[in-house]
């Protein structure tokens, strides 16, 4: 892109767009993927991976229909997720006694070790994204994206269609 481009990019003004939260975040996302495949890159790992991962990191025998529910995720895509990370030794499954339909996630040492790895990567990429902005905007944000996440996973479901919007 040449400085020309770059400079009529960002003399556009949004005007209400700005304050679209669905506009604003599917630029974000545009924006925000090259840093995801920085980090899966090196660490040979799929889209959507380092979500799962990091849910069964903090919840230890999630189940596999809660990541896909907390993930805004497919049932589908979580389980061929799951399924490619057990057999990289990253997690495993165990049956929860009583429901022999359900299994508890829990990762591996092995998954541990790449959580480890992705915070190693992630950290640096997450502190340069957000160079130059105050520690209490940033707790703000993230508090306002914390309420925003909780308001709406009740009322979002998770269809063939919404997962291109």
Do not use: Y
Not at 1 to 27: C, E, H, W, Y
Not at 66 to 94: F, I, P, T, W, Y
Not at 123 to 138: K, S, T, Y
């Amino acid at each position: 892109m040449s400085d020309n481009q770059k400079s009529a990019r960002s003399r556009v003004i949004l005007g209400p767009l700005a304050r679209d939260l669905p506009f604003m975040t599917r630029n974000l996302h545009s924006m925000l993927r090259s840093f995801g495949a920085s980090i899966r890159g090196p660490l040979q790992l799929e889209s959507g991976s380092i979500g799962i991962l990091s849910l069964i990191w903090v919840n230890p025998g999630i189940s596999q229909n809660d990541l896909a529910e907390n993930l805004a995720m497919k049932k589908s895509a979580v389980a061929k997720l799951v399924k490619s990370l057990e057999k990289q030794g990253c997690l495993e499954r165990e049956r929860v006694p009583g429901d022999r339909r359900m299994n508890a996630i829990t990762l591996t040492s092995k998954g541990h070790a790449m959580i480890a790895s992705i915070r190693e990567l992630s950290m640096p990429l997450n502190d340069e994204i957000v160079e130059g902005i105050a520690e209490d905007d940033l707790e703000a944000f993230f508090r306002v994206l914390e309420k925003l996440h909780n308001r709406l996973a009740d009322r979002v479901s998770i269809s063939p269609s919404s997962q291109d919007d």
